[in-house]
């Protein structure tokens, strides 16, 4: 089993969550197909197959922390899986890996599976292998048993522009020689490029964000894998 997940950033409304479920739920896959809506959307998730993850969370359960979201109300919601350190998070909102540790933390003591995102940027290229040891240098001590590592870098983001498959094997196979976690590879993936990704040895699956962005397209990447 891999897993196909779905983010859709900052976008959809409570209509279309309505009938992106209804179309999803029209579709089985021997697969773990997961979709990360926006925080007020979760709700209209309630009777959707599929499991549902957050785009990200607070540090805290609760307490004083004005315009944070609780994990704890993202369990309540049904979410068993929550995204952290995506890089619009790190690069728009200067998350740290400090931070994305700490989120960690939460969520394993929650038991709500993180879906942590690491990835080079354009200029780092040449280093990926210096960047992505810094950015994983705190998992050597933590445990990530239920944990998901996703590859994204950042260049391949929102630009149609991807690794070759050589050079995301290489990625994959250094990642699982340091963690024990499975790695999805996320970068304008789309329903011509989704198979061959998806099939590169040590990938455990994609994190798709455009492409997840119609149930139409979504479901086109679940068959085109599938076959
Ligand atoms: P993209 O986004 O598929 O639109 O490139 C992926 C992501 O940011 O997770």
Redesign the pocket.
Same mark, same amino acid.
């Given at each position: 089993m891999k897993f196909l997940i779905a983010?859709w950033k900052m976008n959809g409304d409570l209509h279309f969550a309505e009938q992106y479920v209804q179309e999803m739920n029209d579709i089985s896959s021997e697969h773990e197909i997961i979709i990360c809506p926006p925080f007020p959307l979760l709700l209209k998730f309630k009777d959707c197959v599929h499991s549902l993850g957050a785009q990200n969370c607070c540090f805290a359960s609760d307490g004083a922390f004005t315009g944070e979201v609780s994990p704890n109300l993202l369990k309540e919601l049904g979410c068993t899986y929550v995204i952290i350190g995506?890089s619009e998070r790190r690069t728009i909102f200067h998350e740290t890996d400090a931070d994305i540790e700490q989120k960690f933390k939460i969520l394993s003591e929650l038991k709500l599976n993180p879906i942590v995102c690491i990835g080079e940027k354009e200029n780092e290229r040449d280093n990926w292998k210096g960047i992505l040891s810094k950015q994983i240098s705190w998992m050597q001590n933590a445990n990530l048993e239920n944990a998901i590592i996703a590859y994204?870098p950042l260049w391949? !983001?929102?630009t149609n522009i991807i690794p070759t498959t050589n050079e995301i094997s290489e990625v994959a196979k250094f990642l699982k020689s340091q963690i024990d976690a499975p790695v999805t590879y996320?970068?304008?993936?789309n329903a011509s490029n989704a198979c061959t990704i998806f099939n590169i040895p040590n990938i455990d699956g994609l994190? !798709?964000?455009?492409?997840s962005w119609t149930s139409k397209s979504f479901a086109e990447i679940i068959r085109e894998v599938e076959e």
């Open positions: 983010n995506h994204e391949s !983001i929102g996320g970068g304008s993936v994190l !798709i964000g455009r492409a």
